[in-house]
């Protein structure tokens, strides 16, 4: 597929796991679905700064090693 994007053979591309919006417990269970090659979790927020603080206390207690990438839509 990535020949078709014209990337060429042999080119390392790094990729994330993109975590949805939702409730705290929610999003951890999905963050630890990520494959082993993700580079990173693009993690969804919006609303509350509160509420969004405890979704990214979960995901980090879910996956302590893990790269976190925000994407704030509120």
């Not at 949805?20 to 979790?41: C, I, R």
Request: charge should be neutral; charged fraction near 15%.
């Amino acid at each position: 597929a990535l020949d078709k994007a014209g990337v060429a053979a042999g080119i390392q591309l790094a990729s994330t796991w993109t975590v949805n919006l939702d409730t705290p417990d929610a999003m951890a269970a999905e963050a630890v679905q990520a494959p082993q090659g993700a580079a990173a979790l693009k993690v969804k927020l919006g609303g509350a700064i509160a509420q969004d603080r405890v979704r990214i206390a979960a995901i980090r207690a879910a996956c302590p090693a893990a790269t976190i990438i925000v994407d704030a839509n509120g």
